[in-house]
């Protein structure tokens, strides 16, 4: 039999099981990797104190990640929320011991309901020590601007200078995601060489939460089963167009994206990508 490959979020829990570790898990399911976890922080409000972010210490996230080092080795790993300097610190240093192929850093800053999932002092640790030992960094419009020293980003032609740009941070490929502009969700791919933009419709939906970990978590998936960035791409934006076409709330707060929703139903849509 051949063996799940496996793969590795290190991010944070959230409680609400949209985003985050819970995403990355079912996003791995749905891939067919064999998925492992190393939390860095619970994300979850507190009823009386309004405490939203309970970060876990350092010796506990080099536990979990030797736990999994040891017992089950690692084909592939992206990291989605690491909150802290500290934190991002060990991670950078942990993900060069192991010396892992396929790295995607998801760099979150700021979450749906406006948690601050990355402290400021972290930025520098971030842009130095952890993007250059990726395979791909996905930010997204916010997160591109404060990455390139708080740049507006409003356009398609921004979008693609964006890419260019963080690409001199030192990771393989940028992928910058721009559905926060108005039109069709478009994000572009730069790898050094090739700029390439996949261009998926506009869903009219506030039932987003988790699509970029989501998103993330689909890419290295896809690398892990040997598929190129472009194509991993691809096939990720595809995965997470469809989890937001089918996305639902059990409440009156910003849902979760449907995970099962390519298996289920089919693509929604087929996304167009274009070479400049
Ligand atoms: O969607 C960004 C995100 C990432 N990681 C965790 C989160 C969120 C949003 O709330 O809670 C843990």
């Known amino acids: 039999m051949n063996y799940p490959k496996r793969v590795m979020t290190i991010a944070g829990s959230s409680a609400g099981g949209s985003a985050g570790i819970q995403a990355d898990l079912k996003t791995f399911q ?5 998925g492992m976890s190393v939390i860095t922080a619970i994300v979850g409000r507190h009823p009386r104190t309004n405490k939203n972010v309970h970060a876990l210490n350092i010796e506990a ?5 030797a736990t999994a080092m040891n017992q089950v080795g690692i084909d592939g790993i992206k990291t989605g929320m690491l909150f802290s ?9 942990l993900l060069q011991q192991a010396k892992i192929e396929n790295i995607v850093v998801d760099p979150v800053m700021i979450g749906k309901m406006n948690s601050k999932l990355l402290q400021d002092d972290a930025i520098l640790a971030l842009q130095t020590k952890l993007i250059p030992l990726a395979t791909i960094i996905t930010p997204n419009i916010p997160e591109a601007s404060v ?15 964006a890419a260019i740009d963080l690409y001199e941070l030192g990771a393989k490929s940028v992928l910058v995601k721009g559905g926060r502009l108005e039109g069709p969700a478009i994000d572009v791919l730069y790898d050094g060489n090739e700029l390439i933009t996949y261009e998926a419709p506009r869903i009219n939906t506030v039932n987003t939460s988790g699509a970029g970990c989501s998103y993330s978590a689909a890419i290295v998936a896809n690398l892990t089963k040997g598929k190129s960035v472009q194509d991993s791409v691809f096939h990720a934006k595809n995965y997470i167009t469809t989890a937001i076409q089918y996305g639902f709330s ?3 707060t910003v849902g979760p994206t449907y995970h099962a929703a390519e298996r289920k139903y089919g693509p929604a849509y087929r996304i167009k990508v274009h070479k400049d």
């Open 61 to 65: 996230i080099e536990a979990q990640f």
């Open 30 to 34: 749905e891939s067919d990797v064999y």
């Open 250 to 252: 059990y409440t009156e």
């Open 85 to 93: 300097k500290e934190i991002i610190d060990v991670v950078a240093s």
């Open 147 to 161: 990455l390139l020293g708080d740049r507006e980003i409003n356009s398609e032609e921004a979008l693609k200078q």
